[in-house]
């Protein structure tokens, strides 16, 4: 069974772009959440989708925003790049509602530079 | 004061001895996680645990609700296990995970 996949791995933007990045969760997942890690801040939580609907956000600004599609899988989208948004993005997916019960499978995550 | 606090920040072993991390929380949680992060990124979950204790091979996790407590415990440790470990909990009000900053391990032959 093929493993939570983000495109592209690698990638380097200018200051004032949008990014889009994406994720494919692990067939049969319909709960995809999002992730930034950066070394001044570590791991913190951007938003989780399932079904389509996003079911909790953290706390980033409206530059950060993101969609899931009927095939469960999602982007993330981040527009007026800044140089603080450099950073490592991850995506997980688990089978139901990302809840305390549900274990969730990461990505390799896609590493963001901006310049 | 974070919300979720991990000890130590580093730790160096040997091969073959007992690793112990530690995970205090000060926020209620529906589960605690406990994640594997390599160089170069990639995460995997370890445990996710609510209460009392998982074992998965040479490793061990418990957890203390009262007392808002977790550790994870490496027995025998390898070369292998280098890597960082990261203590995460599910916030029960808000539905969020809330990651801890990772300790950081390294294993030596």
């Known amino acids: 069974k093929a493993g939570v996949t983000q495109t592209p791995r690698y990638l380097i933007k200018t200051r004032g772009q949008q990014v889009t990045l994406s994720c494919s969760p692990i067939?049969?997942?319909?709960?995809v959440s999002w992730y930034q890690q950066t070394p001044g801040q570590g791991l913190q939580f951007l938003f989780e989708?399932?079904?389509?609907?996003?079911?909790n956000k953290g706390n980033f600004p409206g530059r950060f925003s993101g969609r899931q599609f009927s095939n469960s899988r999602s982007e993330m989208n981040v527009s007026t790049l800044e140089l603080g948004d450099s950073a490592l993005y991850l995506c997980?997916?688990?089978?139901?509602?990302?809840?305390?019960?549900?274990?969730?499978?990461f990505g390799d995550g896609t590493r963001l530079s901006i310049l | 004061k974070n919300e979720v606090e991990q000890s130590p920040q580093n730790l160096t072993a040997q091969e073959g001895e007992f690793i112990t991390i530690n995970c205090s929380y000060s926020?209620?949680?529906?589960?605690l996680h406990w994640l594997q992060q390599h160089p170069g990124g990639g995460i995997v979950s370890l445990f996710m645990?609510?209460?009392g204790k998982k074992k998965h091979g040479r490793l061990i996790a418990t957890i203390n609700i009262q007392e808002k407590h977790s550790s994870l415990h490496i027995t025998a440790s390898h070369p292998r296990d280098s890597a960082v470990y990261i203590c995460?909990?599910?916030?029960?009000?808000?539905?969020?995970?809330?990651f801890g900053t990772g300790t950081r391990l390294q294993v030596f032959p």
């Open positions: 645990l609510s209460s």
């Open positions: 989708y399932f079904s389509e609907t996003q079911r």
């Open positions: 995460a909990v599910r916030s029960y009000n808000t539905d969020k995970l809330i």
């Open positions: 926020v209620g949680i529906s589960a």
């Open positions: 067939s049969g997942h319909r709960s």
């Open positions: 997980a997916s688990s089978l139901g509602p990302a809840q305390g019960h549900q274990p969730q499978h």
